[in-house]
């Protein structure tokens, strides 16, 4: 048994990556966008049938730290029963609050940029010019989708590119590597040609900017991986470096819009850090599309889903609605994008599972959002990472979506359901019935249940 988790981001169509005895390997899709997996089934374009939804794994158990985002609800809130729990041996599980091991998710955190090169892949730019692709954007991003609750403070002590004993070629990093042994061995040199430059047990997390022509082209192969909640992970200055990701060739999709997008996968790999999963599957982005980066971190800027902003600790439990009584409610939901009211609302299904609800529109981190109105989607605690932990329901099924953008998922582009529109569980006996919106993007949404 482990306490460590792995994030690996690799292209499809290989089949099932290799399983180390330390870890589990999840997938990135190869050239970003791909078809769709249908996401949470559908029936035309106002009313939605659904059947139930079920699918689980055992990786990992969960470690002992300290936890990242909210603590438990206090009693009296009514959200007991949304605050669907962690599963036990679910990698990266959707539960709140989220496991221990991760880094915290709100207040300061301060993150160390190392750059690195290789003898036989030296860098061909300066070291800040590799920093800079990243800042002050990661910052910027984090300070706007944690409305102001995550203070991301990135150091770089070391301003020059700090040259690995070994070269590239000889740590045998690949596509789906587990930790051992080509990582464990360059977290250890790095540590070794680090450290006397570096106090590690400043910093709640690592940020290591490969230099871009080590290893293929992003379009080719993501090498991109987090490894997070990692306590057997070489220590230096008396901590492990447990929550460290690793950032290889840019994602350039050729589109011109590197210098505005191309740092997204930064705020993606940290998502982990923070405890997230990820959203796409094997097939790639069709089960939650555009609508987070955990899902989709190339192409326009995009947010977190209103369900990780809570479980990161970003929404306060004033800010949530639990629809968990039997019969029929009303909740009304501003836009997410914004500081302040209410932003999600929630029906529990089971321990493990229930929809989510908030209101998405152009404004803040989404940037791509052609269709406003209500999001709905199913959230799942016991699916692995990387396995479909959560589902938005199309209101436009098979529409083709809104948008042309390059590499937004166009499918779910137009998920959201607008004034008039309901959505059906008829297997479960839900309905969620969006009854209108006011001039300031506030949806009232009536919710009936068994």
């Not at 470096?241 to 999709?253: G, H, K, P």
């Not at 190339?298 to 039997?326: F, P, R």
Request: charged fraction near 20%; hydrophobic fraction near 35%; charge should be negative.
């Amino acid at each position: 048994m482990t306490r460590h988790r792995l994030i690996a981001r690799a292209q499809p169509g290989a089949g099932r990556l290799p399983r180390s005895p330390k870890a589990s390997l999840m997938h990135h899709p190869r050239h970003r966008i791909r078809s769709c997996r249908r996401p949470l089934a559908l029936a035309g374009a106002t009313a939605l049938v659904i059947a139930t939804m079920a699918s689980a794994s055992t990786t990992l158990p969960l470690s002992s730290r300290a936890s990242a985002g909210p603590v438990s609800a206090p009693r009296g809130t009514g959200l007991a029963p949304c605050r669907i729990p962690a599963t036990m041996g679910v990698q990266m599980s959707e539960g709140i609050p989220t496991p221990a091991g991760y880094t915290r998710s709100t207040g300061q955190v301060r993150a160390l940029n190392l750059m690195i090169d290789f003898p036989d892949a030296q860098a061909t730019e300066p070291a800040a010019d590799r920093l800079a692709e990243f800042f002050p954007q990661t910052s910027d991003w984090f300070h706007t989708s944690s409305y102001g609750r995550l203070t991301y403070l990135p150091e770089a002590p070391v301003k020059d590119w700090l040259r690995m004993p070994l070269p590239f070629s000889e740590y045998g990093i690949e596509r789906g590597s587990p930790y051992e042994p080509g990582y464990r061995k360059l977290v250890k040199d790095l540590v070794s040609v680090a450290d006397p430059k570096v106090d590690f047990s400043s910093y709640d997390l690592v940020n290591v900017l490969v230099t871009p022509n080590a290893g293929p082209s992003a379009l080719d192969t993501v090498l991109s991986v987090t490894f997070s909640g990692n306590d057997e992970a070489p220590s230096a200055d008396g901590v492990p470096l447990a929550n460290t990701s690793f950032v290889y060739s840019r994602q350039d999709d050729g589109s011109g819009s590197y210098s505005e997008t191309g740092y997204r996968v930064l705020p993606h790999e940290n998502g982990h850090v923070f405890g997230l999963p990820d959203l796409y599957t094997m097939e790639g982005g069709g089960a939650v599309g555009h609508w987070d980066i955990m899902s989709e971190d190339w192409g326009a800027n995009n947010d977190l889903l209103g369900w990780h902003k809570w479980k990161l600790g970003w929404l306060s439990n004033d800010q949530i609605s639990c629809a968990s009584a039997t019969g029929t409610s009303e909740h009304t939901l501003g836009p997410l994008a914004t500081h302040g009211g209410p932003k999600l609302a929630f029906v529990p299904l089971t321990a493990e599972s229930g929809y989510a609800m908030e209101v998405r529109t152009a404004g803040g981190n989404d940037e791509a959002i052609c269709r406003p109105g209500v999001l709905i989607y199913k959230v799942n605690s016991d699916v692995d990472t990387g396995q479909g932990p959560i589902s938005v329901a199309d209101s436009t099924q098979d529409s083709g979506g809104c948008t042309r953008r390059p590499n937004v998922h166009a499918e779910l582009s137009d998920a959201p359901f607008e004034p008039g529109d309901t959505f059906t569980d008829r297997s479960n006996g839900i309905r969620i019935s969006v009854l209108d919106k006011d001039a300031d993007d506030n949806y009232r949404v009536r919710i009936t249940r068994p």
